[in-house]
């Protein structure tokens, strides 16, 4: 059993910077991928970034690619997510998820969700 709780989220302009933290409990964290998924008023959940277990091998969406880093601390059983050039496209509830297995996009696979953080982005 894992659970996970977001933190960090909130009101920021486009251009800026937010840092979400996941924090897991659990002794086993270091066996699970971990990642991001966000979901918009209206919209599906989608995928934004995965890290494998390890922490080795990261996957980011397109959309996000070469502004949000993900990074994680197996030892302090947390996982960060640094968001820089925000826009208002970003705005979203932003989801901490884990899941035994590689890195998919697929929201089914991810077994624990966090409670979800809401990240608004203004113009």
């Known amino acids: 059993q894992v659970q996970l709780v977001e933190s960090g989220g909130g009101l920021v302009q486009a251009g800026g910077s937010l840092r979400l933290s996941c924090a897991a409990s659990?002794?086993?964290?270091?066996?699970?991928?971990m990642g991001w998924f966000r979901q918009a008023p209206g919209k599906e959940r989608e995928f934004v970034v995965g890290?494998?277990?390890?922490?080795?091998?990261?996957y980011y969406a397109d959309s996000v690619k070469g502004r949000f880093t993900i990074s994680r601390d197996n030892a302090k059983n947390t996982v960060l997510l640094q968001m820089n050039s925000l826009k208002p496209e970003d705005t979203a509830v932003y989801y901490c998820?884990?899941?035994?297995?590689?890195?998919?996009?697929?929201?089914?696979?991810?077994?624990?969700w966090g409670q979800g953080t809401q990240v608004t982005v203004s113009s």
């Open positions: 998820v884990a899941a035994r297995g590689l890195v998919t996009y697929s929201p089914q696979r991810y077994d624990y």
């Open positions: 659990g002794r086993t964290f270091s066996s699970y991928t």
């Open positions: 890290v494998s277990s390890s922490g080795t091998s990261t």
